[in-house]
């Protein structure tokens, strides 16, 4: 392989990263923040599905595509409060209702979605960030759009507060032992709750991206397993937001692996690198997931480590 | 599969048949002389932009044929729920012909019912139907897409200035790979320079890859694109957004390329469903293999969007001219992209040599593992 290829396939990397990345991100950081607070909530692949579809109709009437990113949040906010309700009574399991609210998310989705698959509505545009260098295939991957710089900075506040914040304390300490919670007069309910609420709100918008920015239009196969892979992804980044951001990062460049080999002829074996971002989760789960470190920093409470 | 298992709506169907003809002497079954009603089966929604539209788009040129009831049903999997389906458009809506139209539902949900209901005609839309193993009620319709691609392939080589087409397939399988063939002999016919860049996807939805491979080819320097994925939409919008021209696949998408699309290559399932309902009302039997191409005006290309050159638009209408007097578009002797004879002389476009096609042509750059 020549040094253009290579360029080629690093700039292809690179847009990948940028163009892909968006939505795990926003899944993993609603379902981090969810499960700092001791709870997961599975259904974040139907929140993102009918945050999708909701941002696309919203665009489609209004005009207005932000309009749409804030109907996806608040739609993708109702069905986590749905499952903060439910979750809070007694005797229920989160992963099986989780399951279940995946499940309804979707067909919602789809059964709404059905008169928006023709249409087609506004768009959100980019910030292009590449144009100084002069050369289009690095201007077209450097194409920004501005979700992704709102998504970097929610996870640097979810960062900071986390450790920093009154908010951040009381959040942690429901997730790592529900009786000191209590002890210190906080109600673990509300703070799941809310919590659930707010990580469906994210990964509403993260369905925004999908259907007004990339790949920008609305129908059934939209999702095919996104929003499942980002709740992986946060047991991948062990519940560090900015880690997150990395395991989104990495996840669409390795995404990007099996065209862009294809685009420059290295065409044997597409099967493989497109499973390529799979197989990378998985060995450096494997490598991580050993330490003593790792179960360090998983939340207390959560069902899956309890 | 035992004849003893009861379904609910079969168990209804019976004892109603039963009370019907204990009481009246009677049939229990509507007369055919009463009109034609089809039932037909998608796997998906029938506004994808793709294949599932194709075939909703026919049954809705049906509708308006006197004495034909159509009914329809959506997003049904290719699973038990297919055969209850279809089973309950025969019992309750009284359907003469059932049409499936995904590839899952042959074996053996389409097999079994078709010996339940003997009287019921069944038809499925891929060439599975084995007249030694299959009922003769059952049977199969398709058509040579192929030939459309062909003519996208002679629009799009003389629309490319850089001489790389872009192709994102779904899955190396011999009807994807005539396409992709075809599409570039067109191609040449016109443009002896043209080449075929092909990116597989590895499966038959995947919004997200389809934006990225149509991307991946954009960057590779390729000018004009086309696919063969389940719903286009996705690639058609990409290549729109990014300023390139675009080839269709399946059903219309030139509304979603107003600048850059040129034309595209769709089925006309419209003719197939009309002879089976012309066949049907007048009692004739129905054949149980029926396909084809240009000739027989099965597959069509849409009409020319604002990509299309006066030249390429003329060099198409010629070629459709020539498909249509069944002229060749195989013509050896050619060889596949690893060097091997594979094409040793002129075949027929239904020859059922090319439809063991298992080799991408020399000119696309890409391989099928």
């Given at each position: 392989m020549s040094d253009s290829l290579v360029v080629t396939v690093l700039v292809a990397l690179l847009g990948g990263a940028l163009r892909v990345s968006t939505p795990f991100m926003f899944v993993a950081l609603g379902e981090c923040l969810t499960e700092k607070s001791g709870r997961v909530n599975l259904g974040l692949e139907g929140t993102l599905v009918f945050g999708a579809m909701s941002a696309y109709a919203t665009s489609y009437h209004t005009g207005s595509p932000w309009l749409g990113v804030l109907a996806a949040g608040l739609a993708g906010a109702a069905l986590g409060a749905l499952h903060g309700f439910v979750c809070k009574l007694p005797r229920v399991n989160d992963i099986a209702i989780g399951i279940a609210m995946m499940l309804f998310g979707t067909g919602v989705a789809f059964f709404f979605g059905k008169a928006y698959i023709q249409p087609t509505a506004p768009r959100l545009g980019a910030i292009a960030l590449g144009d100084w260098t002069g050369d289009p295939k690095v201007a077209t991957a450097l194409q920004v759009n501005p979700l992704l710089l709102i998504g970097l900075a929610t996870a640097l506040i979810m960062w900071w507060a986390f450790a920093n914040t009154r908010w951040g304390l009381v959040l942690r300490m429901s997730g790592d032992s529900a009786p000191a919670a209590r002890a210190m007069g906080v109600s673990v309910d509300l703070v799941r709750f809310l919590a659930t609420l707010s990580g469906g709100f994210l990964a509403g918008v993260g369905g925004a991206f999908l259907s007004l920015y990339y790949p920008g239009s609305w129908n059934q196969g939209l999702s095919s397993g996104q929003g499942l892979m980002a709740v992986a992804l946060v047991i991948f980044a062990r519940w560090n937001p900015l880690r997150c951001v990395a395991a989104a990062m990495l996840f669409g460049a390795a995404g990007a692996i099996g065209p862009a080999l294809q685009s420059v002829g290295v065409t044997q074996g597409y099967y493989f690198f497109n499973a390529a971002p799979y197989i990378l989760t998985l060995l450096i789960m494997v490598a991580s997931a050993g330490s003593r470190q790792a179960s360090r920093e998983a939340p207390g409470e959560l069902s899956i480590t309890k | 599969m035992t004849d003893f298992r009861l379904t609910r709506r079969g168990f209804m169907h019976s004892a109603g048949a039963f009370g019907a003809t204990s009481l009246l002497a009677g049939t229990s079954r509507p007369a055919l002389a009463a009109g034609v009603t089809i039932g037909i089966v998608y796997v998906g929604p029938r506004d994808d932009f793709g294949w599932n539209q194709a075939h909703a788009v026919a049954i809705k040129s049906l509708?308006?044929?006197?004495g034909v009831k159509a009914v329809e049903e959506e997003n049904v999997p290719e699973t038990d729920a297919c055969a209850k389906s279809m089973e309950s458009m025969v019992n309750?809506?009284?359907?003469n012909i059932v049409l499936g139209t995904s590839f899952g539902y042959f074996t053996p949900f389409m097999v079994d019912l078709a010996k339940k209901y003997p009287k019921v005609e069944f038809r499925h839309a891929a060439p599975l139907w084995d007249g030694s193993k299959h009922p003769k009620n059952l049977g199969s319709y398709f058509g040579y897409l192929n030939q459309a691609h062909y003519v996208d392939g002679v629009a799009a080589g003389l629309s490319t200035k850089s001489n790389k087409l872009g192709f994102v397939a779904a899955k190396p399988i011999s009807s994807v790979l005539s396409n992709i063939n075809s599409f570039l002999l067109g191609a040449r016919k016109v443009n002896p320079n043209a080449v075929v860049q092909v990116i597989f996807?590895?499966?038959?939805?995947l919004p997200v890859r389809e934006a990225e491979a149509t991307n991946a080819l954009v960057d590779a320097g390729c000018d004009v694109i086309t696919c063969h994925v389940d719903g286009p939409k996705v690639v058609i919008e990409t290549a729109e957004k990014r300023g390139v021209k675009s080839c269709g696949h399946n059903a219309s998408q030139a509304p979603l390329a107003p600048k850059g699309f040129i034309t595209g290559a769709e089925y006309k399932w419209e003719t197939i469903y009309k002879i089976y309902a012309d066949k049907l009302a007048k009692g004739e039997p129905l054949p149980n293999m029926l396909a084809g191409g240009y000739d027989s005006d099965m597959v069509q290309n849409t009409p020319f969007g604002a990509g299309a050159s006066e030249e390429a638009r003329k060099a198409a209408t010629a070629a459709i001219a020539d498909l249509k007097a069944k002229k060749p578009i195989y013509v050896g002797p050619l060889k596949d992209n690893k060097g091997?004879?594979?094409?040793d002389k002129a075949y027929d476009n239904y020859d059922p040599y090319l439809d063991q096609m298992n080799y991408l042509l020399e000119g696309v750059i890409g391989s099928i593992t």
């Open positions: - | 509708k308006n044929v006197a309750l809506d009284g359907a996807t590895g499966d038959w939805s091997n004879l594979v094409i």
